[in-house]
């Protein structure tokens, strides 16, 4: 496996290919079979562009010559930027095929975290839009360019400016040699409790078994049409079981430009969408709009909710509103991936967020101490599995703290199992917040109030939100005269932080609650401002 890469023990490798949950191909095989076996079906559907399975696969020999004749090899990392394009469909299939492996960075994110995703990944290349929903990306890309040292090219979907066109990616098609099904097929980003995200390797075996096992228990089938809402590049509408689910299932995938209820109705209607994926936020502002469309939503079967709680009033709704079924997706980057099954019985259905897909999921609920607790009892959740990382990408102290020693992900979430196995997630140990869905790592955000001047210490906390379910409040201790949530926000964009990490709120206080041991008591700041906000 790449260098600074965790592998799997052997015997439990073993037992996973015994077990029949890795299938020992790649990616790009795995693709190979899907285009010959479904070949004139739809594959891929952007706006007026459409793609049948050979014409998509077509599409991706082409990328695979060109990319080794720009010099790309096998086991390079190339960061990858897009949002719902199709070129980002085509270059993932071209990348899995030669075993370059893409880092999917998501379209919100900006100079601080791209910087930090290319040197971290040592990427040689970067694939950008010109511009997307009024960010121009390639003067950040010059920066980038210009300060990461591994970094030799850019390539641009649109009008490229001073850098490559992504056509200068396309080529004649040449045999390539496949990589090995052990090998990093793809890095995930961590929502990162600690500063910027961790990189997640993925291999070609415990993606294909995650992108396939989560089809399956969708009962995704080759009539499935899903429409893909949310960013591409995460793996909930990538592979959970989204874009390569579908395709596993020989069904056709809709690109959705945005996630606006407009855009999302028009298409549902146009490409008789079964299948979308949401968060909880766009679940409650599809539930206002659809009552008022004019779109026929009649051939939605299924919607899939997850990324954050979903709330029970919220979940009743779907299906009186929307007219489909609903499915909760549990799951994380690292792996583990918990979903509702189609027949399941109401109650688990609205209450739940579902079981693992898969039966070698080993899922641990322990107390402090790190003992297994009984069902029922709250506690967090540990995992270890067929399609669960076994550590991030060269981030061996993390690493320490991140895993038991024998090879359990603490999840930092608050779980709690039912006799059955569904999982009710209750909160979280780690320091993020999850702002509808995005994480927001707030150790990163505080630091860089920090170096604002008028910021002497602060503390950041979620705070109740109706909408997003939490919002970022900044507590803060000012220096000298109290600093407005407008000015720490220039101060927050100007450093270069993604938007959704700017703030919501800002509270100026005088002190912060301590522990027993002198540190700040996060959970009581967080309780003393959550109960004002109820007043
Ligand atoms: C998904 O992946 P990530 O990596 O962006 O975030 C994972 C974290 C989980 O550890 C949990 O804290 C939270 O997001 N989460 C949920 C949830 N789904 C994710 N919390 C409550 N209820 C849910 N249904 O968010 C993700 C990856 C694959 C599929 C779906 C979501």
């Not at 079981?355 to 039966?359: Q, R």
């Not at 399609?387 to 076994?390: A, Q, S």
């Given at each position: 496996m790449l260098e600074g890469c965790v592998a799997w023990p052997v015997e439990l490798a073993e037992h996973y290919r015994e077990k029949g949950y890795w299938r020992g191909i790649d990616l790009g095989e795995w693709w190979r079979g899907c285009a010959d076996e479904f070949a004139v079906g739809t594959a891929l559907i952007e706006g007026s562009r459409q793609w049948s399975y050979r014409e998509l696969d077509a599409w991706v020999e082409r990328l695979e010559g060109g990319i080794l004749e720009v010099g790309l090899e096998p086991g390079q990392r190339v960061l990858l930027q897009l949002p719902n394009k199709a070129e980002f469909v085509a270059l993932c299939l071209a990348f899995f095929r030669i075993g370059v492996i893409p880092v999917l960075a998501l379209p919100a994110h900006r100079e601080k975290e791209i910087r930090h995703l290319a040197e971290a990944s040592q990427a040689v290349a970067y694939v950008i839009p010109d511009t997307h929903l009024g960010f121009d990306y390639r003067p950040m890309a010059r920066t980038v360019l210009d300060n990461v040292e591994t970094l030799r090219s850019v390539f641009v979907v649109g009008e490229p400016g001073s850098f490559a066109p992504f056509s200068a990616l396309e080529g004649e098609p040449r045999p390539v040699p496949a990589p090995a099904a052990e090998e990093v097929a793809v890095m995930l980003l961590s929502g990162?409790?600690?500063g910027l995200p961790k990189l997640i390797p993925r291999t070609h075996n415990d993606y294909l078994y995650n992108a396939r096992t989560s089809a399956e228990r969708a009962g995704f089938t080759a009539d499935t049409r899903y429409l893909a809402v949310l960013p591409v590049a995460h793996n909930f509408p990538l592979a959970c079981p989204g874009l390569l689910g579908t395709f596993d299932a020989g069904g056709a995938v809709v690109l959705c430009p945005d996630p606006s209820p407009d855009t999302a109705f028009a298409l549902i209607e146009k490409e008789g969408i079964t299948v979308a994926a949401l968060i909880p936020t766009l679940v409650r502002v599809w539930l206002e709009f659809a009552p008022l469309?004019?779109?026929?939503?009649?051939?939605?079967t299924c919607l899939q909710v997850g990324g954050a709680r979903l709330k029970v009033e919220v979940a009743a709704q779907v299906g009186e509103i929307l007219g489909c079924g609903l499915q909760q997706v549990y799951g994380m980057a690292e792996g583990l991936l918990c979903m509702t099954a189609p027949g399941d019985p109401e109650s688990l259905v609205l209450n739940t967020q579902g079981?693992?897909?898969?039966?070698g999921d080993e899922v641990r609920v322990v107390d402090d101490q790190g003992r297994d607790l009984p069902d029922g009892e709250i506690g967090e959740l540990l995992v270890r599995g067929p399609?669960?990382?076994?550590g991030y990408y060269r981030a061996e102290e993390h690493n320490r703290r991140s895993f038991t020693e024998d090879g359990f992900y603490r999840s930092g979430d608050r779980v709690r199992r039912l006799a059955g196995g569904y999982l009710v997630v209750e909160g979280r140990d780690k320091d993020i917040i999850n702002r509808g869905g995005e994480k927001v790592p707030v150790e990163d955000v505080e630091n860089h109030l920090l170096s604002h001047p008028s910021v002497a210490d602060v503390v950041l906390i979620g705070m109740p939100h109706n909408t997003l379910g939490e919002c970022n409040c900044a507590c803060v201790i000012a220096r000298g005269e109290a600093p407005r949530l407008s000015e720490l926000n220039a101060h927050l964009s100007a450093s270069g932080l993604a938007a959704y990490k700017l703030l919501d709120r800002l509270e100026i206080i005088d002190r912060f609650p301590l522990t027993r041991l002198g540190k700040v008591n996060r959970r009581q700041l967080a309780e003393q401002f959550h109960a004002r906000v109820a007043l």
């Open positions: 990162g409790t600690t469309t004019e779109a026929d939503l009649s051939s939605l079981c693992p897909i898969s039966p399609y669960t990382l076994r």
